[in-house]
């Protein structure tokens, strides 16, 4: 079933499920949602093929084009590339953002999907080889919402994940086996080396 959006009065964007899967998995990643209402997605330059995948998902609710920028900190150049979503999703920012500060909504657990998880993986997870185990990288997030996350990976998915010290959500190898099966058929060919699986590997 399709969402629809909407902006003012009269003004309505169709959103399918599928697309919103992967919004949902982008903002729990590095997406970012602006106060009225844009979404900004943007990866680092190496992720451009990652970048106009998502782009091609969601060039029907996008603004044309994607953009490429160079940042300047502490005198090093970085360079990423980025695209906008139109104006509409302000309702996801309310859920996802407590003044300027990202958080978990109670109700993540209602929109986590394979498909969003394989987003947010691709976004800010990585695999630990040599330990078999995935991380994903959540410590921009405060520890209540690492709770709401890890209680809503295990209700909607029977997946235990445990908060690190860093404030990183790790799976060991067996809840690894399980994610990466869940999420596997969502891989994005440029990000294969994430779903790369030495976790079957007898030792």
Known sequence: MPLIFTARKNQKLIVSKRQFDILVGSILGDAYITKLGKIQ????????????????????????????????????????????????????????????????????????????????????????????????????????????????LYKRFKIDVTIKKDKKLLLNKNESLKFLALIDEYKNSSMAYKFLNPLTTKT
């Open 41 to 152: 997605i943007e990866h680092a330059i190496s992720q451009t093929d990652y970048l106009r995948w998502k782009f091609k998902e969601l060039s029907s609710i996008s603004y044309s084009g994607i953009s490429f920028v160079k940042h300047i900190r502490n005198r090093k150049e970085t360079y990423s590339c980025r695209f906008w979503t139109r104006q509409f999703f302000k309702s996801l920012r309310a859920k996802f953002y407590q003044s300027r500060h990202k958080c978990i909504p109670p109700e993540i657990v209602k929109l986590l999907t394979p498909l969003s998880l394989a987003v947010w993986y691709m976004d800010d997870g990585h695999l630990e080889k040599d330990r078999k185990r995935c991380i994903i990288a959540t410590d921009g997030f405060d520890l209540k919402d690492l709770e709401i996350l890890q209680s809503a």
